[in-house]
């Protein structure tokens, strides 16, 4: 269960760097999604850009039996390095994004 916490700190001090990070457009704003009681973390984007509604998921972790899902990752460099530099095991982060046939092919875990 100490790895399980760990993860969980590890993700909310990602997601709150990542939501920091300032929009061109001020009217757009980055919010983080905390349920841990599902194991559940997201940052998304709100807000309006010229006239026109913004809203889309970012990121989206979740914790499933001690092992690291990213069900979506809009980031530029990849969570799932950003991950492993602070000490993750590749073997405990699933890229749930890939299917499950592909994610054989992957240096990290299947599920």
Not at 23 to 38: K, L, T
Not at 48 to 56: E, F, I
Not at 87 to 102: E, T, W, Y
Request: with cysteine; aromatic share 10%.
């Amino acid at each position: 269960m100490a790895k399980v916490e760990q993860y969980r700190q590890l993700i909310r001090e990602l997601l709150q760097a990542y939501s920091e990070i300032k929009s061109s457009n001020e009217e757009v704003e980055a919010e983080v999604i905390f349920d841990q009681e599902h194991d559940r973390y997201q940052l998304v984007h709100v807000g309006w850009s010229n006239k026109r509604r913004v809203y889309g998921c970012v990121l989206h972790l979740d914790i499933q039996n001690e092992k690291i899902w990213i069900q979506h990752d809009g980031t530029e460099g990849g969570i799932a390095d950003e991950l492993t530099s602070r000490g993750v095991p590749k073997q405990d982060i699933v890229l749930a994004f890939h299917s499950p046939f592909k994610r054989q092919f992957t240096e990290f875990a299947v599920s």
